[in-house]
């Protein structure tokens, strides 16, 4: 599953979250899309498409930079043209809060762990260094026995 279905995943979610849809089925009714293609995609067996795409955009609102690139906020209020009554702006910016800050704190663990193993490569490196050091060394000692000799 590409990053891009994730943040469809999520969008779908906070729209489920927030009662502007009931189900998966009625999602994806209102999108364009079988509900057995949700129900794919939801399951991780299959990526969005463009369609869906441009199909969630113009019927909720949602940002296309933040579901194409994942920047800006979740929804566009000026790309909101829906007949349906509006999610109020303090449930779309607490649960996109919520969003960020799972999103922020997991990239913050992958960060942890990428230096956590970055810092074991390096010590890695200096014990090879220091082997190699004391080989040479060794080496340098044993040719200048042998001159002697």
């Given amino acids: 599953m590409n990053?891009?279905?994730n943040r469809f995943i999520n969008v779908y979610n906070l729209l489920l979250d927030t009662k502007k849809v009931n189900s998966a089925s009625a999602f994806a009714k209102k999108i364009g899309v079988s509900s057995s293609l949700?129900?794919?995609i939801l399951k991780?067996?299959?990526?969005?498409?463009?369609?869906l795409i441009q199909n969630t955009v113009l019927e909720y609102g949602v940002n296309l930079n933040y579901i194409i690139l994942g920047i800006g906020s979740l929804f566009d209020e000026n790309m909101y043209i829906s007949k349906e009554p509006?999610?109020?702006n303090e449930?779309?910016?607490c649960n996109e809060c919520k969003l960020k800050n799972q999103i922020i704190e997991s990239k913050n663990q992958?960060?942890?762990a990428l230096q956590a193993a970055n810092d074991a490569q390096k010590r890695q490196i200096e014990?090879?260094?220091n082997i190699v050091n004391e080989n040479n060394r060794r080496v340098?000692?044993?040719?200048?026995?042998r001159k002697t000799s």
Wanted: glycine content about 12%.
């Fill in 3 to 5: 990053d891009i279905t």
């Fill in 127 to 129: 014990l090879l260094e």
């Fill in 86 to 88: 509006s999610l109020s």
């Fill in 38 to 40: 949700m129900t794919e």
């Fill in 110 to 112: 992958t960060i942890e």
């Fill in 140 to 145: 340098q000692t044993g040719g200048q026995k």
């Fill in 91 to 93: 449930n779309i910016d």
């Fill in 44 to 51: 991780g067996r299959s990526n969005v498409g463009l369609s």
